[in-house]
T-cell receptor, first 112, second 116 residues
Framework: DAKTTQPNSMESNEEEPVHLPCNHS???????IHWYRQLPSQGPEYVIH???SNVNNRMASLAIAEDRKSSTLILHRATLRDAAVYYC?????????????FGTGTRLTVIP | NAGVTQTPKFRILKIGQSMTLQCAQD?????MYWYRQDPGMGLKLIYY???????DKGEVPNGYNVSRSTTEDFPLRLELAAPSQTSVYFC???????????????FGDGTRLSIL
């Protein structure tokens, strides 16, 4: 699976939007972009995924560059509960096992 | 819904002891996974299973064994515990990607294991 590059940490003020970047310059045509987050002392939880088009769900939005070499997870209004480590993961959806390969992610701190 | 349930939540083992970490899911997911997470690091895949009776190695399988006799359960066994296996262990499950792309994995709350 292709690798991703994320900043180690970011800070945001509460109730402001947060843009979490992810670079994936070696992405292949069958790689989907997945985002998970891990709250303190919990297992990871799914946030959002996409292939080419921008995606929205109740948790976040995913903006994907036209060349697919980067993407941005957007939290529209950060709350204290959004403080977590955010992982950007590429997964080849043509393989059979649905495996995820986690990097070290971006630790988001939300300032009250 | 219980989701993915892991037991125990915490355990301390002595070097050389063995134990089984339990994982059960009630979502009728075909796929199940075991990961370990060392401090400050991302998760690494130990073993996975695409259905009852089928298991395969992930990135870091040495020192572990798994079995999958039912859809619901996927226990992870440590035969001879070593200090390097001190970690937090997460179990996860998902539907097959045959259901469509992007099937999310659902994680348990983890088992914190210390080997002294």
């Amino acid at each position: 699976d292709a690798k991703t590059t994320q900043p180690n940490s970011m800070e945001s003020n509460e109730e402001e939007p947060v843009h979490l970047p992810c670079n994936h310059s070696t992405i292949s045509g069958t790689d989907y972009i997945h985002w998970y987050r891990q709250l303190p002392s919990q297992g990871p939880e799914y946030v959002i995924h996409g292939l080419t088009s921008n995606v929205n769900n109740r948790m976040a939005s995913l903006a994907i560059a036209e060349d697919r070499k980067s993407s941005t997870l957007i939290l529209h209004r950060a709350t204290l509960r959004d403080a977590a480590v955010y992982y950007c993961i590429l997964r080849d959806e043509e393989t059979g096992a649905n495996n995820l390969f986690f990097g070290t992610g971006t630790r988001l701190t939300v300032i009250p | 819904n219980a989701g993915v349930t892991q037991t125990p939540k915490f355990r301390i083992l002595k070097i050389g002891q063995s134990m089984t970490l339990q994982c059960a899911q009630d979502m009728n997911h075909n796929y199940m996974y075991w990961y370990r997470q060392d401090p400050g690091m991302g998760l690494k895949l130990i073993y996975y299973s695409v259905g009852a009776g089928i298991t395969d190695k992930g990135e870091v399988p040495n020192g572990y064994n798994v079995s999958r006799s039912t859809t619901e359960d996927f226990p992870l066994r440590l035969e001879l515990a070593a200090p390097s296996q001190t970690s937090v262990y997460f179990c996860a499950s998902s539907y097959s990607i045959a259901r469509g792309p992007g099937q999310p994995q659902h994680f348990g709350d983890g088992t914190r294991l210390s080997i002294l």
